[in-house]
């Protein structure tokens, strides 16, 4: 089962605005990861935030996690159509044996040129 | 291009065929991973092989057998499969576990699409 929700479920702007995306998890975690999956294609691990860091940067992507509240958000920054994809947040979760990753229901992003 | 090379990227077969869907990495990684992905749905955890042993089977049903004859190799023979099995398979592998007990991120290929007629 899925334990990570995402919000929005969609979400469509034009280029150059910034895109915000929300994940929330259930369980304790050791790291939490985002990944990209274009029409088509295999997923793309975009950046991992371990459970002791609130902020994480890499180029036009800005990770928080909240842990207290058990969230995270993805914003990603002047926004190009090639951004258009789908992105998952998956959970490493503590409790868990062996390398499982939680996915969230993803957040299906669109940007218009 | 992707790390993680699957063939074919195409699959389609009858109830009562026979297939296998193949995986390769050569990244040195020790865990590998079979998922199941149906449209706009996140991927659905299938099987786990760690150091080349089965780790995790999450009650995938008898007709998905895999196996890792390598540690850079990753099979998922498939038998008798129903419609609903249609999907993208997707593999990945990982480097496992990193140091301070943190697990690294998974290496996707681009998937084999299943449908069954």
């Known amino acids: 089962s899925q334990q990570g929700e995402e919000d929005p479920q969609a979400l469509s702007i034009q280029e150059g605005e910034n895109a915000t995306m929300n994940c929330s998890y259930k369980t304790s975690i050791n790291n939490l990861q985002w990944y990209r999956q274009n029409s088509g294609r295999g997923l793309v691990h975009l950046i991992l935030i371990r459970s002791n860091e609130r902020e994480k940067h890499s180029g036009r992507l800005r990770v928080t996690l909240d842990t207290s509240k058990k969230s995270s958000s993805l914003l990603i920054t002047a926004s190009r159509a090639a951004d258009t994809a789908s992105y998952f947040c998956?959970?490493?979760?503590?409790?868990?044996?062996?390398?499982?990753?939680?996915f969230g229901e993803g957040t299906q992003l669109t940007v218009n040129p | 291009d992707t790390e993680v090379t699957q063939t074919p990227k195409h699959l389609v077969m009858g109830m009562t065929n026979k297939k296998s869907l193949k995986c390769e990495q050569h990244?040195?990684?020790?865990?590998m991973y079979w998922y199941k992905q149906k449209a706009k749905k996140p991927p659905e955890l299938m099987f786990v092989?760690?150091?080349?042993?089965?780790?995790i089977n999450e009650s995938v049903p008898s007709r998905f057998s895999p196996e890792c004859p390598n540690s850079s190799l990753l099979n998922l023979h498939l038998h008798a499969l129903q419609p609903e099995d249609s999907a993208l398979y997707l593999c990945?592998?990982?480097?496992?576990?990193?140091?301070?007990?943190?697990?690294?991120?998974?290496?996707f290929g681009d998937g084999t699409r299943l449908s069954i007629l």
């Open positions: 990244m040195g990684h020790r865990a």
């Open positions: 998956a959970t490493d979760d503590r409790e868990t044996s062996g390398s499982r990753l939680t």
């Open positions: 990945a592998s990982s480097p496992g576990l990193l140091g301070q007990g943190v697990r690294g991120p998974q290496h």
């Open positions: 092989y760690s150091y080349e042993k089965l780790s």
